[in-house]
């Protein structure tokens, strides 16, 4: 297949604060829809990449059940030839957790599907996990492994942990290197981001 021009990633939004705003009269949280999620992170707009997005019903993660889990695997395999990467936006309760399952459930994996999601304002969050969905070299995805993305940095989903539900850094692997870190630009840390298989057949 000819490789695309501009990357096109899939979004997809289970819940969690990332996709919460205060309601204007009572200061609640309250999930706003993602399908406005131009208005809502207009950066994302200024990124070359062709972005679309699924909204699940979003629960609060420690509502999770392996049937989410199910259900983002089928989401991913039904839609990993129509796009280069995928993000999903995920409480960080339990992010650690379906990220872990989802990294086991997706045999021959060769494009990148990171997670993200926030404790208060996740705008960088998501933008730097949409950028590395998005990029790719030489046709190939940078990053062609499952992922969590939080506080300018890239950890291999299945070493994580979250540590703190207070400090912003809420995640951290305690026995695998980390694999990008974020600042004006992305360092990658390649010898340490997995090489899928040259043909590694069907996801
Ligand atoms: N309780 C929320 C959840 O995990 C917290 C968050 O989004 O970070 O869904």
């Not at 299945?158 to 630009?185: C, M």
Request: with cysteine; aromatic share 10%; charged share 20%.
């Amino acid at each position: 297949m000819e490789p695309r021009a501009k990357s096109s990633v899939l979004l997809i939004y289970t819940g969690g604060t990332i996709g919460m705003k205060p309601d204007p009269e009572t200061g609640v949280l309250a999930p706003f829809d993602f399908s406005t999620i131009y208005d809502e992170f207009p950066y994302l707009g200024k990124l070359d990449v062709e972005l679309e997005v699924i909204n699940l019903t979003p629960i609060d993660s420690s509502n999770v059940t392996p049937e989410l889990w199910c259900e983002l695997a089928r989401l991913i395999r039904d839609n990993y030839d129509a796009y280069d990467g995928f993000v999903v936006l995920h409480g960080t309760d339990t992010m650690s957790y379906s990220a872990s399952a989802l990294s086991f459930m997706l045999v021959n994996l060769a494009r990148p599907v990171i997670f993200s999601g926030s404790q208060i304002d996740g705008r960088e969050n998501l933008i730097t996990a949409v950028e590395i969905a998005a990029a790719r070299e030489g046709g190939r995805a940078v990053v062609p492994e499952v992922c969590i993305c939080f506080q300018n940095k890239l950890f291999r989903a299945n070493r994580t942990t979250k540590h703190s539900a207070e400090q912003l850094n809420a995640f951290r692997s305690d026995n695998y290197p980390i694999l990008a870190e974020v600042g004006v630009s992305i360092h990658y840390n390649r010898p340490f981001i997995r090489r899928p298989a040259p043909d590694p057949g069907p996801l």
